[in-house]
């Protein structure tokens, strides 16, 4: 239904006016969830590879913690000499007003922490392991986060675009379409008026 505004050229200039900027309105976020997409389909792909790779490498780890297990004994107290990794930094970019984080971690060579009296080369082999576990963490981290920020913009993108296109530029285009259509009938019922006029004119001449 057609937003009820009293038909005048004015209110057809401003309306038209408001019915392009809400189509440049429509354009500009389909084109943002579009890049939106393309750039989470990317990421999507490159953590794919990664969680595969992760998964390799959790499996290499734990099989060789648990041969350092049977042949040292259980290595828990081994385990704290390790300090707390705190080299861990997130800054953000923007991506179409997205804000997507980027976790750097320190990138240093493992230093052994333990001695190597008590311990074996599986211990060592572990430990180096889980070093790149700990790499791998940190930049599948960034990937899903990023992931799920992105997905969240898209859907929210996606609503606004299907809110412009189906409520507001249709409700538009009916205002435009009532405004024209009442100032086609008022002109109509002008010259009609005018017509009559200027018969009544010509017979009054004719009667002088």
Not at 28 to 55: F, P, Y
Not at 170 to 189: A, G, H, M, N
Request: net charge positive; proline share 2%.
């Amino acid at each position: 239904m057609a937003e009820q505004v009293f038909p005048t050229k004015g209110n057809l200039i401003n309306t038209k006016k408001s019915l392009a900027l809400a189509k440049l309105g429509y354009e500009l976020m389909d084109r943002k969830r579009n890049i939106l997409i393309r750039e989470m389909m990317s990421l999507i792909d490159t953590a794919k590879s990664i969680r595969g790779e992760i998964e390799e490498t959790y499996r290499n780890a734990y099989l060789s913690l648990r041969r350092a297990n049977i042949t040292m004994g259980i290595c828990e107290e081994i385990s704290h000499t390790v300090p707390v990794e705190d080299g861990v930094k997130i800054t953000y970019r923007s991506v179409m007003g997205v804000e997507l984080p980027a976790v750097s971690l320190e990138q240093k060579a493992p230093q052994i922490y333990y001695g190597f009296s008590a311990t074996n080369s599986q211990l060592d082999a572990a430990y180096i392991a889980f070093d790149k576990v700990k790499q791998l963490t940190a930049a599948l981290a960034e990937l899903e986060n990023s992931v799920y920020r992105l997905a969240n913009a898209i859907k929210k993108t996606q609503r606004r675009a299907n809110a412009l296109k189906n409520i507001v530029i249709p409700r538009f285009e009916e205002t435009v379409k009532y405004i024209t259509d009442s100032l086609d009938e008022k002109d109509r019922e002008e010259f009609s008026r005018l017509k009559v006029i200027k018969a009544v004119k010509k017979m009054k001449k004719k009667t002088v």
